[in-house]
């Protein structure tokens, strides 16, 4: 008996499962208990052994553990926590960045701190995405994405919708006498003063493409859009950014036009018979 599990062991040692010790054959009660004793530890080592075996192929839906094993707790434990943290992966996968691990030691401080970088990244790119990189106002796609919204908003709750297009005047040419870092410049301004002439927090101002924005405004009939038209126009041109190809003027100005709509009207006008 004594060599027969000195044996065993000595397969275990060598990384390997020995057959278990058949304790029919033993004759006194010591060897017999020594036997089941030995087989116990064999029956634990095989088990390990089915249990790594899937999971270092990331099959967990493949892993049992028998509950008589006094293995089987912290096995269970694990397993159960290696699954959750599949789920969590997968939610965060989708976009789920509020999911935290708290039950994996280290692990779950890079874990958590990839999903913090991960949130904070997209928080960037959604940004980027619909913010004009120059000016800082939301771009064509973010005038987009707010008329799409405001106008349905318009439709259900009966009320209308203006917007003022503005166009910078012979920008171009401004360009041409002064350089594109100054152009850059001015479109910084005229952006700003628009935006700074919205006293609404509905109000919504963009940089609809190269000279040109446009300004949102739910709620407002076409008086008050026509006048809120004017008071931009008024101070864009009290800037006095010099623009010596502009005439009469030699100072930057805009040109604008207004649009209202109102029940199924579409209103459009300009606020001065010149255009500007």
Request: overall charge negative; aromatic content about 6%.
């Amino acid at each position: 008996m004594i060599e027969e599990a000195i044996e065993k062991l000595a397969i275990l040692l060598q990384g390997k499962i020995p057959e278990k010790i058949d304790i029919e054959k033993l004759d006194n009660e010591s060897e017999h208990k020594f036997g089941e004793m030995l087989n116990q530890v064999i029956d634990s080592i095989q088990e390990i052994h089915e249990f790594i075996i899937p999971l270092s192929r990331g099959e967990l839906q493949d892993i049992r553990v028998q509950a008589g094993n006094f293995l089987a707790s912290p096995f269970k434990e694990l397993h159960s926590s290696l699954l959750h943290l599949t789920w969590q992966a997968k939610q965060v996968a989708n976009g789920d960045y509020k999911q935290r691990v708290d039950f994996m030691g280290d692990f779950s401080e890079a874990f958590n701190s990839m999903i913090i970088s991960l949130d904070h990244y997209e928080k960037i790119l959604k940004r980027q995405a619909v913010f004009d990189a120059l000016t800082g106002i939301p771009n064509h796609r973010g005038f987009l994405e707010t008329i799409s919204k405001e106008f349905k908003r318009s439709r259900r709750d009966q009320q209308p919708l203006s917007i003022i297009m503005c166009d910078i005047d012979n920008f171009k040419a401004y360009n041409d006498t002064y350089g594109h870092s100054s152009g850059d410049l001015c479109l910084k301004k005229v952006a700003q003063t628009i935006n700074n002439t919205l006293k609404r927090p509905v109000d919504f101002c963009a940089r609809y493409g190269g000279e040109e924005f446009v300004v949102i405004l739910p709620n407002t009939a076409l008086d008050g859009a026509m006048q809120l038209a004017e008071k931009i126009r008024l101070n864009i041109e009290g800037m006095g950014i010099k623009h010596k190809k502009s005439l009469p003027t030699q100072i930057v100005t805009l040109s604008l036009g207004v649009a209202t709509s109102e029940d199924t009207t579409l209103v459009l006008r300009i606020p001065r018979e010149n255009g500007h």
